[in-house]
C-alpha cells in the first residue's frame, strides 16, 4: 500500500535539496527530454496533462511552461501546496491544477478525462503490485494517448551497492531481491525491471513502449562534490542525454521510464 501522505510532507525541506541537486535536476531534464521526443506526434498544443502523484510539480512546471495545461494529482497536502507555490512562482496558475487524491480512487472528472499525455512518474516502487496502478493510471489516458511511467531499476541496485558503497555481500544479496528502501522518505520500495512493466502494458493495451534509461552515469560515478561543479555538470548532462535512449546504458540506469501509446478502442 501506498506510504502516508505525511510522511512526505514531513520530509519536503530534504526533498527539495535533493531536486536541486545534480542528480535531481538530471533526473528531471531527461524525463522532459525523453516526453519531448514524443509530443510531436500528438495534436496541437496545449494538451491535456494528467500528472499522477506528481508531487510538487517538479515534471509539471516543465510541461506548463511549454504552454500546456497540467493536473496533478497528489495525496500529499505539502506537496501540492508547494506545486501550487512552484506554479504561481513561474506565471504557470492558469496551466497548472491541484487535485489532492489517491490514483487508485481519482475523481470521477479525472477518471475519464481523456487526457492527451498521462505522467506517472515515480510512484511504482511505493506499491505492492504494479499492475493495478498501471491499469487506474492508464484509464484517464484517451485512445492515441502518451502514457509515461518511471521507476526504479531493479538491474541497477546491486551494481550501485557494489560501486558506492563497496559492499559486495550486500550487492550479491540484492541480485535476488525486488525490494530496496529510500532514506530520503525512509521508506520501503518495490524495485521493478522496464521488462517486467513493458510485457504489463503490452497486456493493458499499449503500443510502441520506448524504453529510456534515467541517470545511466551519474549514480556510478562516487565523487558526489565534483558533480556541482557547473562545467562538470554540463559535461555530464551531455552524456546522459546521449546515453538514455542507446543500448545497453539503459538497462544499468538507476531508473527506467518507459513511453506508450495507448490503443484504439
Known amino acids: 500500500m501506498p506510504e502516508s501522505a505525511e510522511k512526505f510532507d514531513t520530509a519536503m525541506s530534504a526533498w527539495r535539496e535533493w531536486q536541486d541537486a545534480p542528480w535531481g535536476r538530471l533526473r528531471y531534464t531527461l524525463a522532459e527530454a525523453n516526453l519531448v521526443r514524443h509530443l510531436d506526434a500528438l495534436p496541437e498544443a496545449p ?5 499522477l502523484a506528481g508531487g510538487d510539480g517538479g515534471d ?16 500529499a497536502p505539502a506537496m501540492l501546496a508547494a506545486a501550487a ?16 487524491a489517491d490514483v487508485h480512487a481519482l475523481p470521477a472528472g479525472l477518471a475519464t478525462g481523456e487526457f492527451d499525455v498521462v ?14 496502478t498501471l491499469s487506474a493510471a492508464l484509464a484517464p489516458l484517451r485512445s492515441g494517448g502518451l502514457f509515461s511511467v518511471m521507476a526504479l531499476n531493479r538491474h541497477a541496485a546491486p551494481l550501485n551497492v557494489a560501486v558506492r558503497e563497496m559492499d559486495l555481500a550486500a550487492a550479491l544479496a540484492a541480485l535476488g ?31 510502441d513502449v520506448r524504453h529510456y534509461g534515467i541517470r545511466s552515469v551519474c549514480d556510478h560515478i562516487t565523487d558526489d562534490a565534483r558533480k556541482h561543479d557547473p562545467a562538470f555538470y554540463d559535461g555530464l548532462e551531455r552524456l546522459e542525454l546521449a546515453m ?22
Open 47 to 51: 494538451l491535456r496533462v494528467l500528472d
Open 60 to 75: 509539471a512546471v516543465r510541461l506548463a511552461a511549454r504552454g500546456h495545461h497540467v493536473t496533478i494529482v497528489d495525496y
Open 85 to 100: 507555490e512552484r506554479a504561481g512562482a513561474g506565471g504557470l496558475t492558469e496551466r497548472i491544477t491541484c487535485v489532492r
Open 119 to 132: 505522467l506517472c512518474h515515480s510512484l511504482l516502487q511505493y506499491v505492492d503490485d504494479a499492475r493495478p
Open 177 to 207: 531481491t525486488d525490494q530496496g528502501r529510500t532514506r530520503l522518505f525512509d521508506s520501503a520500495l518495490t524495485l521493478h525491471t522496464a521488462e517486467e512493466i513493458t510485457s504489463q502494458l503490452d497486456g493493458l493495451g499499449c503500443r
Open 244 to 265: 538514455t535512449a542507446r543500448h545497453p546504458y539503459m538497462h544499468t540506469a538507476r531508473a527506467f521510464q518507459l513511453t506508450a501509446w495507448k490503443r484504439g478502442r
